[in-house]
Antibody, heavy 123, light 107 residues
Framework: QVQLVQSGAEVKKPGASVKVSCKAS????????ISWVRQAPGQGLEWMGW????????NYAQKLQGRVTMTTDTSTSTAYMELRSLRSDDTAVYYC????????????????WGQGTLVTVSS | EIVMTQSPATLSVSPGERATLSCRAS??????LAWYQQKPGQAPRLLIY???TRATGIPARFSGSGSGTEFTLTISSLQSEDFAVYYC?????????FGQGTKVEIK
């Protein structure tokens, strides 16, 4: 069965960086893209960006351009999201989510989600 | 960027009753609309994609309709496990975007 298992909770100081991992299993990793979605406490869902697990192409949300980097390691079927220059408003649960369809160049819905990783930014 | 607006923000419904949730897009998204359910402390779960196709394992009491800019999620007879927050998401254009959510609570 498809599973996305994320790394554990993190506490970071303002200005620091965080790198969250998402290990995939139960499917051919390179066949589907991965998006990252975050949710601030008590708030809704915010799409952060997408990476093709096939060729590493990325598409980032404009507001995070320059602070976020998404990568994959196909040898371990793991996706990573690094966020730099952390601020207090980056405190959120971060989710990885698999593309629901394989359509080149288009965005899609998300059929499987990781369990979430809480990142707390506090001095 | 397409803005997704959900209404109402909170819906109070008795178990066994019907719930109707709305989602509006700021421009046409064709049928590229998904619905998710999220319970406290859990990741979102895909319910509907393509505006009206139920995801694998989703009960038939969940149905989606609409196209263009107006969409509806209907839960025909609410069960105790259906009380949750529901989000719509457009995937017609980059960036994909979510509505702000509708909380379905017990009346």
């Amino acid at each position: 069965q498809v599973q996305l298992v994320q790394s554990g909770a993190e506490v970071k100081k303002p200005g620091a960086s965080v790198k969250v991992s998402c290990k995939a299993s139960g499917y051919t990793f390179t066949s589907y893209g991965i998006s990252w979605v975050r949710q601030a406490p008590g708030q809704g869902l915010e799409w952060m960006g997408w990476i093709s697990a096939y060729n590493g192409n990325t598409n980032y949300a404009q507001k995070l351009q320059g602070r976020v980097t998404m990568t994959t390691d196909t040898s371990t079927s793991t996706a990573y999201m690094e966020l730099r220059s952390l601020r207090s408003d980056d405190t959120a649960v971060y989710y990885c989510a698999r593309d629901g369809e394989r359509i080149v160049g288009a965005t899609t819905f998300f059929d499987y989600w990781g369990q979430g990783t809480l990142v707390t930014v506090s001095s | 960027e397409i803005v997704m607006t959900q209404s109402p923000a909170t819906l109070s419904v008795s178990p066994g009753e019907r719930a109707t949730l709305s989602c509006r897009a700021s421009q046409s998204v064709s049928s590229n609309l998904a619905w998710y359910q999220q319970k406290p402390g859990q990741a979102p779960r895909l319910l509907i994609y393509g505006a009206s196709t139920r995801a694998t394992g989703i009960p038939a009491r969940f149905s989606g309709s609409g196209s263009g800019t107006e969409f509806t999620l209907t839960i025909s007879s609410l069960q105790s496990e259906d009380f949750a927050v529901y989000y719509c998401q457009q995937y017609n254009n980059w960036p994909p975007g979510f509505g702000q959510g509708t909380k379905v609570e017990i009346k």
